[in-house]
């Protein structure tokens, strides 16, 4: 069974500090992984995605996450926080092997970014 | 480029009414479309997935109910709301073969 874990219901951060929002995964092979962010009454927006090769991929919006094997985790690395970085966000991991499940999202982590 | 069309934006409806929230896809044939619902802006809870016309999956039993009649159209129904049935309802696809998923920009519902 495919599984997502986000510890942080809540991460605050001041601006211009660096951010970092974790994620930790359970599948059964090799793991497709994901990161969306929701602003107030909208949509999920991709923000990056980890399918093979290089551990560290760059999103959108100066994201970036680094797939760690070992530890199961995909955190989400941001160097300087912006005040419009605050939103909801979302990891997600899917196996690929698994034909066509759905993803499997975490609860999703807060962010809040302090001027 | 994929766009997914949710209508209507927001909805209240009174508590027995019936319920249908449409889901159109545009750019691409033959995605998976998927229904979620969230409350109070937390996580994401998969209601029903379809990976073709006709076929559709459930993921919670509940008084809600999905249909697929045509390829790029997902439709969310209920005979009868509940207060319980109050969410932020969002539409999914996954392009055939593909990794990930988009979302179209949500319905928001108030059952009163």
């Known amino acids: 069974a495919q599984s997502v874990a986000q510890p942080e219901d809540q991460v605050n951060v001041a601006e211009g500090n660096p951010l970092t929002v974790k994620c930790t995964y359970s599948?059964?092979?090799?793991?497709?992984l994901f990161w969306y962010v929701q602003y107030p009454n909208r949509g999920l927006q991709f923000l990056l995605k980890y399918i093979t090769g290089d551990n560290l991929v760059k999103g959108s919006y100066g994201f970036e996450a680094e797939f760690n094997k070992s530890q199961t985790s995909f955190h989400l690395k941001k160097p300087s926080a912006l005040v419009s970085d605050s939103a909801l966000y979302f990891c997600a991991v899917r196996d690929p092997n698994s034909g066509n499940t759905p993803l499997v999202f975490g609860k999703g982590t807060r962010l809040s970014v302090i001027a | 480029s994929q766009t997914i069309h949710q209508w209507p934006a927001t909805l209240v409806q009174p508590v027995g009414s019936p319920l249908s929230l449409e889901c159109t896809v545009e750019g691409t044939s033959n995605p998976n479309l998927y229904w979620y619902r969230q409350a109070a802006g937390r996580g994401l809870q998969l209601l029903f997935y379809?990976?073709?016309?006709?076929?559709i999956s459930s993921e919670v039993p509940q008084n809600l109910s999905a249909s697929r009649p045509q390829d790029r159209q997902f439709i969310l129904s209920s005979k009868k709301l509940l207060l319980s049935d109050s969410g932020f309802y969002l539409c999914a696809a996954r392009l055939a073969g593909g990794p990930f998923q988009f979302f179209g920009p949500g319905t928001r519902l108030t059952v009163l």
């Open positions: 599948v059964s092979g090799n793991p497709y």
């Open positions: 379809s990976v073709g016309i006709g076929q």
